[in-house]
């Protein structure tokens, strides 16, 4: 079985930036697309960005521009920069590999933008 550890998040001004870390062990992590998701309180888990095995990507209209994925296969994890933090982004971010219903997810890490 994976296991997904996250890690990087904390409290940041807003415009300010931070780099969140998923690192993945137990499994062959080049074969999974690697999705990171995010969930404020009171509202619906929500796909941040995505990336395939073969290294296509996608955002939501919320953070392109702004939110880059990335990995590293040799090192078997996953980043999310983000930058241009806004108060809005402030949500628990969860790393997800394999999709929603039947992959794997970290235990998230909270980012919270303010002032």
């Known amino acids: 079985q994976m296991q997904l550890v996250e890690s990087g998040g904390g409290l940041v001004q807003p415009g300010g930036s931070l780099r969140l870390s998923c690192a993945a062990s137990?499994?062959?992590?080049?074969?999974?697309?690697m999705n990171w998701y995010r969930q404020a309180p009171g509202k619906q888990r929500e796909l941040v960005a995505t990336?395939?095995?073969?290294?296509?990507?996608n955002y939501a209209d919320s953070v392109k521009g702004r939110f880059t994925i990335s990995r590293d296969n040799a090192k078997n994890t996953v980043y999310l920069q983000m930058n241009s933090l806004k108060p809005e982004d402030t949500a628990v971010y969860y790393c997800?590999?394999?999709?929603?219903?039947?992959?794997?997810w970290g235990q998230g890490t909270q980012v919270t933008v303010s002032s």
């Open positions: 137990g499994s062959i992590f080049s074969v999974y697309a």
């Open positions: 990336m395939t095995s073969g290294g296509s990507t």
């Open positions: 997800n590999a394999g999709g929603y219903y039947f992959g794997y």
